[in-house]
């Protein structure tokens, strides 16, 4: 499976901005597509994740709210909506392909084996 990260850019403080991932190779009922992204400096931090068969979804507390994931099947693509933007949503977002996952366990990045390349997203104040 490889994953391929867009639609980052630049927009203000309180603007809304919407990322795709668009996935080549199969994906089955059990996959598991998920958001994280890494701010200058800092880990890498979950942002949410949505499963590919029922599209049960799990947010991380600082996005809990204001960003949404969402699936396309028939596109084989995953979006995150994100809305209210701030000045520390900035960073590189990567998109990435599990397996199997309960939901409890989809925001541990070492549980997700592909990854896409990451696109920037930077908010202005």
């Known amino acids: 499976v490889q994953l391929q990260a867009s639609g980052g850019g630049l927009v203000q403080a309180g603007g809304s901005l919407r990322l795709s991932c668009t996935i080549s190779?199969?994906?089955?009922?059990?996959?598991?597509m998920g958001w994280f992204r890494q701010a200058p400096g800092k880990e890498r931090e979950f942002v949410g994740a949505?499963?590919?068969?029922?599209?049960?979804?799990l947010y991380g507390g600082s996005v809990k709210g204001r960003f949404s994931i969402s699936k396309d099947t028939a596109k084989n693509s995953v979006y995150l909506q994100m809305n209210s933007l701030k000045p520390e949503d900035t960073a590189v977002y990567y998109c990435?392909?599990?397996?199997?996952?309960?939901?409890?366990?989809?925001?541990?990045?070492?549980?997700?084996?592909?990854w896409g390349q990451g696109t920037l997203v930077t908010v202005s104040s």
């Open positions: 949505i499963k590919w068969s029922g599209g049960s979804t």
């Open positions: 190779g199969r994906t089955s009922s059990s996959s598991v």
């Open positions: 990435a392909a599990a397996e199997r996952l309960i939901t409890s366990t989809m925001n541990n990045e070492r549980n997700y084996r592909n």
